[in-house]
């Protein structure tokens, strides 16, 4: 045990001394080192401080050059200005430019125009300027290349300039300008140096041009407003047919297009070439005119026919004019009022008088045009046209025993009764079957074509019906009202009556 620790200690007592030796050389080393860093040190401090040295030699060099090129310049301007020299002078010692040339006036450098060699030249603190646009005296100007003021037609960037003949250089970039384009002659329309799109006054009159080239035959809008450019692309005025309209441009000089109406000529080939406008657009319908109404359609005045506005029902007659009072067309009275309202009042004679008139030619069934105008009805299909026939509204359908209880009164009829006896007359429209329950064969409607008595007896009824079988052209009947309820069993009924 001992011995181990013995060698131990030896071994560490060795290595001891080795490392005091390796300590004592690296004094001595680093002592050649510091001796090496601090002579480095003091050559890179001499270089450096020789390169500012330079520097400063250098700056202080070039400063006083300037300071000398300076303060020839600012003497020679002194000079000039002592002498108060004006024109374009050869003086190098103040600017090298154009050849040494700089322009004074009164012994000062000068900024704007001045005429030299016939021509303008446009200068810069004495210097002469080359291309360029340039502003003098509110105007606009351009030099070119040698820095001469350009006069003329100049094409600039791609566009059209119009600096003038007249020795005056100024740009004149407005109006109608040659520019030798394709078209119109190679005229064009500029506004301030641009191809213009617009209407503009030439030559006592407005003009539509598009990027500058004038435009012929055309509509226009511009201001809110519509115009019109003729053949030779001049606004027009007064009364034009365009395209087999007439149109209204005034003639007070504003041009634009105002709605017409009224009744004018135009040219149309009906009516003697006259047609109605109403704001502008050929007009149907009905308008005043020369005392009385006329019907038209598309303008076109209409001679005689039936004519149907504001939910009524009119006729016109051969010339074209609304008729009044008592009128017989086609076989039958009619009665248009006479208080200047000229619509066919409703009868209730004249929906009998349908029954009448087509007796003998319907064929009952209720799966044809159930009206009539097939040869076929029922009962509620021919009621309905009688009464449309008659005057009354244009129905919305054709309407059943159920439906039709509503057209009646929206036609001026009235309940009198509902199953309770009454005294009935001619015109009254019974309907058999409660409503609600009287649609198809359960059902059933009459007209009264014969006063009851004091007594509720002696009434007849005509109406399409069943009574014959099918039988063919044997729709219409008519029969003893109390006879025929009996019959069908005294069936539920409403009894209705025109106002």
């Known amino acids: 045990m001992t011995n181990h620790l013995y060698k131990n200690g030896k071994a560490w007592l060795t290595l001891a001394f080795a490392a005091t030796g390796f300590a004592f050389a690296n004094h001595n080393q680093a002592s050649a080192d510091t001796q090496d860093a601090n002579a480095s040190a003091v050559t890179s401090d001499q270089s450096a401080q020789q390169a500012q040295q330079t520097q400063q030699v250098q700056s202080e060099t070039t400063t006083a050059n300037t300071q000398q090129v300076a303060s020839a310049r600012d003497n020679a301007l002194a000079k000039y200005a002592n002498q108060h020299v004006s024109g374009y002078i050869y003086s190098p010692d103040v600017s090298g430019a154009n050849g040494g040339y700089n322009w004074f006036e009164d012994g000062h450098l000068f900024t704007g125009f001045r005429k030299y060699m016939g021509t303008y030249y446009w200068f810069v603190d004495g210097v002469r300027q080359n291309a360029g646009w340039r502003q003098a005296w509110g105007m606009n100007y351009y030099t070119d290349n040698d820095g001469r003021a350009v006069q003329g037609h100049q094409n600039i960037g791609g566009q059209d300039f119009d600096f003038g003949n007249d020795g005056s250089y100024y740009l004149r970039s407005s109006g109608y300008l040659h520019d030798g384009s394709s078209q119109n ?142 009128q017989y067309i086609d076989g039958q009275w009619y009665f248009f009022g006479d208080d200047g309202t000229y619509y066919r009042r409703f009868a209730a004679s004249d929906v009998v008088n349908w029954f009448y008139r087509n007796y003998g030619k319907i064929t009952y069934s209720m799966y044809g045009s159930r009206t009539g105008a097939d040869g076929t009805a029922d009962c509620s299909g021919a009621m309905t046209e009688a009464l449309m026939e008659a005057g009354a509204s244009k129905p919305a359908f054709i309407y059943n025993t159920d439906s039709i209880h509503d057209y009646l009164r929206n036609n001026g009829y009235h309940l009198v009764a509902e199953n309770t006896k009454t005294q009935k007359q001619v015109g009254d429209i019974v309907i058999w079957g409660r409503r609600g329950e009287s649609g198809g064969a359960n059902g059933h409607i009459m007209i009264i074509n014969k006063d009851d008595d004091a007594n509720g007896n002696g009434a007849r009824e005509i109406s399409v019906d069943y009574w014959t079988n099918g039988g063919y052209n044997s729709a219409i009947s008519e029969h003893d009202y109390n006879y025929y309820a009996a019959v069908d069993g005294h069936p539920y009924f409403y009894v209705y009556r025109h106002n």
């Open 185 to 326: 002659g190679g005229y064009r329309w500029y506004e301030n140096g641009k191809l213009y799109t617009g209407f503009r006054y030439y030559a006592g009159t407005f003009y539509w041009f598009v990027d500058g080239v004038r435009q012929n035959a055309g509509w226009r809008q511009a201001w809110g407003l519509n115009y019109y450019t003729d053949d030779n692309g001049r606004a027009v005025q007064g009364r034009h047919i365009i395209d087999g309209k007439l149109y209204d441009f005034g003639d007070d000089g504003s041009f634009y297009n105002r709605p017409l109406n009224g009744y004018f000529w135009d040219g149309s080939p009906k009516n003697g070439g006259y047609r109605w406008y109403d704001n502008g657009n050929l007009y149907t319908g009905f308008r005043y005119y020369m005392g009385t109404y006329y019907w038209f359609v598309d303008g076109v005045r209409q001679n005689a026919g039936w004519r149907q506005a504001w939910g009524m029902t009119y006729y016109t007659d051969d010339n074209g004019r609304a008729v009044q009072g008592s």
